[in-house]
């Protein structure tokens, strides 16, 4: 009779789930609220320890899941954060965490040459979705992203700009929230031979390259770089700009930077150079 299954004491007993692996019934609680019909038990699976509540259907069908496993690409796991009730306005950060996964360690990605092909990693914590949503909760501009979620980028590479792109690892030291426009000047750094924000080469001269605009010609990457760091400053998307982005170069003052030009047609950097000298900035 199905009644008796309400008579039987599981506390104790082990049982196999469908899935995950067996797991044993650690204690009986008291049904409250939408279930205060139901029998209620915490279990614990016996491979990883994980303790979740289930109803008494759940021991029977074995429809239980172990959100320690490794099920996002055989290294993700869930934790106990349930993402099924996670806020609706923050389940952009599932997608962030899954992508972040993908991209180092699903061959099949389109990114995974870049990333986990490359050496990129992501730290052991944040193999947990639970680990991951607590940390970059509390990072500055999460408010920002859940509000203009393509406006905002998970970035690995500002804080470890110094270190080979093969040595970089996705973790809570080396994570921060940037605009898409600070992202695509960091990103610049490991598209290309020049080691500086804003600096290209082309034909033998360095170019200083703020938002699809050409600001300067020089005969050497110090100097486009040094142009960049006055410039960037005055140019950038003010409500976008969360962090310093700042060439580390040798001070040369702005007069003499200038004297250095190399570009004979200034019309796009003469707007710059009169709202200098208008604000005798740098003078």
């Not at 009644?3 to 049904?31: A, Q």
């Not at 996670?86 to 996964?101: A, D, G, L, N």
């Not at 190399?262 to 200098?276: A, Q, S």
Request: with cysteine; net charge positive; charged share 20%.
């Amino acid at each position: 009779m199905i009644n008796d299954k309400y008579k039987v004491d599981y506390v104790g007993n082990i049982y196999d789930s469908k899935h995950y692996g067996k797991f044993k019934v650690i204690r009986e609680l008291i049904p409250i609220g939408y279930y205060k019909y139901s029998r209620l038990f915490e279990v614990e699976f016996l491979n990883t320890g994980y303790h979740t509540v289930v109803t008494i259907y759940s021991i029977y069908s074995g429809e239980i899941k172990d959100r320690l496993i490794p099920s996002v690409y055989n290294v993700g796991y869930l934790g106990q954060e349930n993402i099924f009730q996670f806020p609706s306005k923050e389940k952009i950060i599932v997608k962030v965490w899954e992508c972040m996964i993908a991209r180092c360690y699903n061959p099949n990605d389109k990114r995974y040459n870049n990333y986990g092909g490359s050496g990129v990693k992501v730290s052991n914590r944040w193999l947990s979705f639970e680990n991951f949503a607590h940390d970059v909760k509390l990072k500055p501009n999460y408010d920002r992203k859940l509000l203009e979620p393509n406006m905002f980028h998970l970035d690995k590479d500002f804080l470890q700009r110094h270190i080979p792109t093969n040595q970089r690892v996705y973790s809570n030291k080396t994570c921060i929230w940037v605009s898409i426009y600070e992202n695509a000047l960091i990103k610049g750094l490991d598209n290309g031979s020049i080691k500086y924000f804003g600096v290209i080469l082309d034909s033998g001269y360095y170019y200083t390259k703020v938002y699809n605009k050409i600001y300067g010609r020089f005969s050497s990457p110090e100097e486009a770089a040094i142009l960049f760091n006055y410039i960037y400053p005055l140019l950038c998307y003010k409500e976008y700009t969360t962090i310093n982005i700042c060439n580390e170069v040798p001070f040369i003052s702005f007069t003499e930077l200038m004297s250095r030009n190399l570009l004979v047609n200034r019309k796009d950097l003469n707007p710059v150079l009169e709202y200098i000298s208008m604000n005798n900035i740098y003078q």
